[in-house]
């Protein structure tokens, strides 16, 4: 029942909060229905239609927002909440820099043109706007990670003695401390300190992990049980209803260099990214399925031709013929499936160097992403259950896995581009290899990187953490995992 204290707006929120969108629907439009400005209900309502699916109808009521009088900073901080979550974030990084304009004091608004700003490449107003964040609020702690990602810190511009004391201030929270160590140990890092780097990298991550519940036995069985459940690709003879020569699919682990290879292919003509997207797991897992007693086997009985159809529509197939990329590095976990489902798709697996992907991840704070990164035995029995898959995919996929080597990438790209290029039935063009003149927008953890021209300086970067990574490369050869480089 709705408390009579509450507006229809602030019910409205406090039921989209709770998960449920259609009740929130008419609070939400009576709400609106009284403003004469733009206001924040504007912004509430058009969430709650996306979260309905209505997406249309989401974009409609920013659009009719916005010719509205001017309204509070607020109005226009929920319609760039919502532009950003519709995918459009030049109308977002607009919105948040208006809300800045309206209230210069707020430094949430600060820290989100940020965010906005660094998606879309524009660095140093992304670092301008973190300073102005923490210069109203110190307390805004992920803008100190995000501000050191932005770019390659130098001895006469970096911010490791703010960060030392920041981290020194009593009472700080553990949420605080671990984005405030990943910060400093990548400045450290840049500045060629990597003990002191590593320091910061460890107790971060030791931080971070003590707050998960993971278990690496329960991923091991995971990846496992995909192997027996995805013995044959092969898909049954039926009639195709979707053209999956379409569709290409970027997989491997994460720092691994998918994000690089996705920013080369789309630099050649006829290509679009859709980006880290769960559109052919959420398509798989939700699909009605006549299969056996666990969510492996009920994946692996479904019927592919509505799979197929069903990821196509998600992923904005439409009549242009643009080869779709879905840069998704974990859709390494259904490769059989998108194998029967997509049996034309172009599948590219990027892989690196065990100890450099393994530290790679290691020194990334990915949230609750990714949650065996954060502890070396955790780490190595991953990537160790992780090898095991891939060669697995390697027997039962054959030819339409194209393999590609970090190293090698950025060792010979043009060599290398090219081949994947092929791969894909897409034309070369060497002008595809200046990624820091590709304007498409980036959300990953390489945001800031792949800004810059291709560099090889992540080869070998473990090198430098020798010291400090014999736990790491012992766990992987007990794991099965070989690292002669470290002998």
Known sequence: MRSAARSPDAEAAHLLRAGHPAQALPLAERAVATQRICSAAHGLLAMILLRLGRTPDAEAVIDSALQLPAGPAEAYGALAQTARALGQYQRARDLYRRATELDAAMPLYWHQLATCERTLGRLEAAEEACD?????DPRQYPCYLLRAELRVQTEANHHCEQLRGELTRPGLPDAARVLLGYALGKELDDLGRFDEAFENFARAASTHRRHLS???????????????????THRPSEAPEVDSSRFVF??????????LLERILTGLPGTRSNGET??????????PSSGGADVFARAAAVDWREIAAGYARCAGADGSGALIIEKQPMNYLYLGAIRRALPQARILLVSRSPLDSCFAMYRTLFGEAYQFSYDFQDLARY???????????????????????????????????????RACG??????????????????????????????????????HYRAHLGPLAHALRRCGVPTPEFE
């Open 214 to 232: 993971y278990d690496a036995a329960i991923d091991e069985h995971k990846l496992r049980r995909i192997t027996e459940v995805f013995r044959d």
């Open 426 to 463: 897409l034309p070369w063009d060497d002008s595809a290899l200046a990624v820091d003149q590709n304007t498409e927008i980036c959300l990953t953890q390489s945001a800031a990187q792949v800004r810059r021209p291709i560099y090889r300086s992540s080869v070998d970067r473990w090198r």
């Open 250 to 259: 970027i997989v491997g682990l994460p720092r691994s260099g998918t994000t």
């Open 132 to 136: 102005r964040a923490l210069a109203l």
């Open 278 to 287: 769960d559109h052919f797991a959420r398509t798989l897992l939700s699909a």
């Open 383 to 421: 990537y160790a259950a992780y090898a095991r898959l891939i060669e697995h995919w390697r027997g039962t996929l054959g030819e339409s896995l194209h393999e590609i080597q970090y190293e090698q990438l950025v060792s010979a790209p043009q060599q290398v581009a090219a081949a994947a290029a």
